[in-house]
């Protein structure tokens, strides 16, 4: 049997909810607002508008609501208190199992988008950053014209941990970004269904279908094994 190709994973709504971080998120803009303005009572108010699909407005509507005469200076702060708070958030039990069985026989890769300093204090909180040979925070590459599905990270990644003969994988959540470019450079693409996902909206990019879909990353070794020739 060839070895087993070399998994690289996303993070958000892969390895844990999303929607986790943001309600924990909220939770600390709830307590900037009781300790600064003396209102509170956000945090259902916040996880509704999420769940409606306004994530970037809702921080003005919700600030504007509750603090009427907020200025720029409010917004930016109370934004920055979601951006920078440390996250209360666990990983997905499959995804917990995934990196301990497959972590076992050779490295593992993360490609994660989105801003250097939130994407790390997620790694940090989940306490997995040993878990990976190699990580890729696309944010840290340049600015978001890197974020999935430019190429860089894929070939940071590659660089990084490839081992000629040895196929990549890449499993991800969000067919609008993660497969376009391993499908291009011929990875195995695996995407694998998280029902509470944030972006559950996302549209397939062209050529953006996963190869592959699953349920449960405990679904991934017999998936593999499938595809071994
Ligand atoms: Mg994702």
């Known amino acids: 049997m060839p070895p087993r190709p070399i998994i690289v994973f996303d993070l958000d709504d892969t390895l844990y909810a999303e929607r986790d971080f943001a309600i924990s998120g909220f939770k600390a803009c709830e307590r900037w607002l009781e300790e600064k303005h003396g209102v509170g009572g956000v945090v259902a108010e916040m996880t509704r508008l999420l769940d409606d699909g306004h994530m970037r407005q809702l921080f003005v509507d919700v600030l504007k ?129 998280r029902p509470m996902r944030i972006h559950s909206r996302a549209v397939a990019a062209p050529g953006g279908t996963a190869q592959h879909e699953l349920h449960s990353l405990e679904e991934l070794p017999d998936l593999l094994a499938s595809l071994a020739v």
């Open 65 to 193: 609501d509750r603090v009427p005469d907020a200025t720029d200076a409010h917004l930016e702060a109370f934004i920055d208190v979601y951006r920078l708070h440390e996250p209360d958030i666990a990983l997905y039990p499959d995804a917990a199992w995934a990196l301990d069985h497959f972590g076992r026989d050779g490295p593992l890769g993360l490609i994660t988008d989105g801003q250097h300093e939130v994407q790390s204090s997620k790694v940090r909180a989940l306490r997995i950053a040993d878990r990976f040979g190699h990580i890729v925070y696309t944010g840290a590459l340049g600015g978001r014209a890197f974020s999935k599905p430019h190429p860089l990270s894929y070939e940071r990644m590659e660089a990084a941990i490839g081992v000629p003969g040895r196929q990549f994988v890449y499993v991800g959540d969000n067919p609008a970004k993660d497969f376009v470019t391993p499908n291009e450079r011929g990875w195995i693409s695996v995407q694998v269904h």
